[in-house]
Each structure stands twice: as structure tokens, then as C-alpha cells.
């Protein structure tokens, strides 16, 4: 079994860098608005995630991880130019989280607490994505979505040992990805018949 978790982290991290493929091409296209907010929060945090993600002793599912941080710093990049969105208290908000995580970690001396917090700030970041994907599926790119939430199923064969600290982020990245995925990827209704 040891081999299929291996195979499956790697697998799950290029089905998550490869999510970011037709992305990065539909933002250019003009098809996908990034959420500014969004991505500047999902890169800082992706990079205090994955440290202490790594710190708490995963192996395997650490390439998702991994994909998260590469990903998002082009689309965050991408997002001043083609994004919508701005910066809200909210926002700020969010960003103050990721520092903290990064405080309590230090002060704690524990991956454990800046991973949990983390995903909290995650959270918070997917927020307005959420909100876009529920009124505006149209803005985001399905093939991007499906793949993203491939990617986070794989991972959830990749996990080593089912301890709260290895199996919490994988858990929530299929949950939190599912989640868009699910608003971005339902059946769209076309325009209504015009009546004769």
C-alpha cells in the first residue's frame, strides 16, 4: 500500500498544477474574472499551509500542497490585470490570519496550530469565490474546477496515516474545492426560448 499512497500524492499534485493550465489560459482569454482578494489570500496562505503542512509530517500529500503555492502566485499576479475584486476589510482581515498563523507557530513552537489556523484563513479566502461561483458560475472555468477537484479526491488516497494532523488538509481542500466545484460545474440554464 505504501506505493499507491506515493503514486497517489504524485498524481494528485499534477492534477492540481494542471488545473491551473486552462486557468491561467481562460483568465487570458478574458472567459475567467480571478477574485483578487481570493488569490492573494489562497498564495499567502498557500505558503504558511504548506510549511507547516510539511512540518506536521506529510509526505505523500504534500505535492498538492505544493501545486497550491505555484499556482496561485501566477493567478494572484494575473488577477491585478484581469481580476475583479478588491481589497475589503475583509480581506485585510484574512491576510492578518495568515500572519498570525504564522506568529502562532512560532510562539507555539507547533505546525499543528498554524496548519488549523491556516485553514481557517483558507476558508475565509474561498469565501468570495464562493459567492462568484454561486451568482456567476459563467466567470470561472469548469475544466479548471474539474480538475482541481480530481486532484483533491486523488489526495485523499495519498494520505499516509489517518491522524488529524496529516488528513485535516486533504479533507478540507476536497471539501473547500468540491464546493466550487459543485456551483461552477451544475448544468447552466441558456437563455430563456423567446415566445412566439
Known amino acids: 500500500m505504501p506505493e499507491l499512497t506515493v503514486a497517489a500524492g504524485r498524481l494528485a499534485g499534477l492534477l492540481s498544477l494542471a488545473a491551473f493550465v486552462p486557468y491561467i489560459v481562460a483568465i487570458l482569454r478574458g472567459q475567467t474574472r480571478p477574485n483578487r482578494a481570493t488569490w ?17 509530517g506529510a509526505e505523500n500529500t504534500i505535492w498538492v500542497p505544493v501545486s497550491y503555492v505555484v499556482g496561485p502566485i501566477l493567478t494572484a499576479l494575473l488577477s491585478l490585470r484581469y481580476g475583479e475584486g478588491g481589497w475589503t476589510a475583509f480581506d485585510r482581515t484574512c491576510l492578518l490570519g495568515a500572519g498570525t498563523g504564522l506568529a502562532l507557530w512560532w510562539w507555539f513552537d507547533s505546525p499543528e496550530v498554524a496548519l488549523v489556523m491556516t485553514l481557517a484563513v483558507d476558508f475565509a479566502g474561498a469565501l468570495p469565490t464562493i459567492r462568484k461561483a454561486y451568482r456567476a458560475p459563467e466567470t470561472e472555468d469548469r475544466t479548471a474546477w474539474a480538475l482541481f477537484i480530481a486532484g483533491n479526491t486523488v489526495n485523499l488516497l495519498a494520505v499516509e496515516a489517518w491522524r488529524f494532523a496529516i488528513a485535516v488538509y486533504p479533507v478540507y481542500m476536497f471539501l473547500a474545492s468540491g464546493t466550487i466545484a459543485l456551483l461552477v460545474l451544475k448544468p447552466r440554464r441558456g437563455p430563456a426560448p423567446e415566445a412566439g
Open 40 to 56: 492573494w489570500i489562497w498564495t499567502t496562505n498557500g505558503l504558511v499551509l504548506g510549511a507547516s503542512y510539511y512540518s506536521s
